[in-house]
């Protein structure tokens, strides 16, 4: 007597979809046990100015004079 052939591709997807959810889920686990209350903590220095910044120098620059890609084509001239 011959076998059957038995499609088994549905276990087979469901087997990988349950272990993809079990690794999600040790993920989760991992990531909710992580102590996370030292992170994400600002520095502040007492005294600091907010005036004195890096960005001082960019926003006091003189704008370019003179052409540009406009000039260059004839735009606005």
Do not use: W
């Not at 997807?13 to 903590?41: G, I, M, P, R, W």
């Not at 600002?42 to 704008?63: C, P, W, Y």
């Amino acid at each position: 007597m011959k076998r059957p052939n038995v499609d088994t591709s549905g276990t087979e997807a469901a087997s990988k979809a349950v272990a993809e959810a079990q690794a999600a889920a040790n993920n989760l686990n991992k990531n909710f046990k992580t102590d996370l209350s030292t992170e994400n903590l600002s520095t502040v220095v007492a005294g600091g100015s907010a005036d004195l910044t890096g960005t001082e120098a960019t926003t006091t620059r003189k704008r370019r004079q003179g052409g540009g890609l406009s000039s260059a084509l004839g735009i606005n001239s």
